[in-house]
């Protein structure tokens, strides 16, 4: 098996974290070997986990924020079990629009690659099996706020696990003061590429946080421009 370019670097985050299956983490080991802008990429993905770790440890996810916003899903949504956790990305790429403001190197941009119709040689979406991932979010609140409303909008190849068809979800929730933490169980369709979008609106006052979606297994797709996350400060 072998993978472009494109493809090593979207497997580095669960490379150096040691979270890919043994078999893929061999054809990384050896692209690493032969290609130096990939280590690169690799360098800085493995100075980001470590800056992260000491720095930016997200806490675990809030019970009783859960319960209230998965207390007013259907109950086929609320009881489903998610057995494939992505949150550990997904928490990294939440702060990492905050650590590229704060100084340090980055793999500079590469360069533009035409677009390909990859009609003919993709798999139909209605041949692929849907993949289950969880995301974890944050929000910081620095008062206890009641009745916000928590908008959650997913591509067209995402859905919220159990909700089949809706891509677009809205909860009346209470925040606590400090860290409040969800994990979302979604379900991956099919490849394509797109952002997760969670809105708080708290009496007019509101907060977007952009975050990318994890991608399909072994999806060569175009990356996002300008790094994996958009982040907006969180809620205050």
């Not at 992260?52 to 949504?77: I, K, M, N, T, Y």
């Not at 609320?78 to 629009?97: C, D, E, F, M």
Request: charged letters at 20%; a negative charge; hydrophobic letters at 40%.
């Amino acid at each position: 098996m072998t993978m472009s370019c494109r493809q090593i670097r979207s497997q580095l985050p669960d490379y150096v974290r040691g979270q890919l299956p043994a078999d893929e983490s061999r054809v990384v080991l050896v692209h690493l070997e032969n290609c130096a802008l990939c280590q690169q990429h690799e360098a800085f993905e493995r100075s980001l986990m470590s800056e992260l770790a000491s720095r930016c440890r997200l806490p675990d996810p809030s019970p009783g924020f859960e319960h209230r916003v998965f207390g007013q899903l259907p109950a086929p949504a609320s009881n489903r079990k998610v057995h494939v956790v992505w949150g550990g990305a997904v928490a990294a790429a939440l702060v990492l629009g905050l650590m590229l403001g704060q100084g340090g190197g980055k793999p500079g941009p590469e360069p533009e690659v035409a677009a390909t119709d990859l009609t003919e040689e993709a798999a139909a979406p209605s041949e692929l099996a849907p993949v289950e991932r969880t995301v974890r979010l944050a929000f910081n609140a620095g008062e206890a706020l009641d009745d916000v409303t928590l908008t959650l909008d997913l591509p067209p190849h995402v859905e919220l696990s159990g909700l089949p068809g809706q891509h677009r979800v809205s909860w009346q929730v209470s925040l606590v003061q400090g860290d409040n933490v969800l994990e979302l169980p979604l379900t991956i369709l099919f490849p394509g590429a797109g952002e997760l979008i969670a809105e708080l609106d708290a009496n007019g006052r509101q907060k977007v946080f952009r975050a990318m979606v994890p991608q399909y297994p072994n999806d060569d797709g175009p990356a996002a421009p300008g790094g994996r996350i958009n982040h907006k400060e969180p809620a205050t």
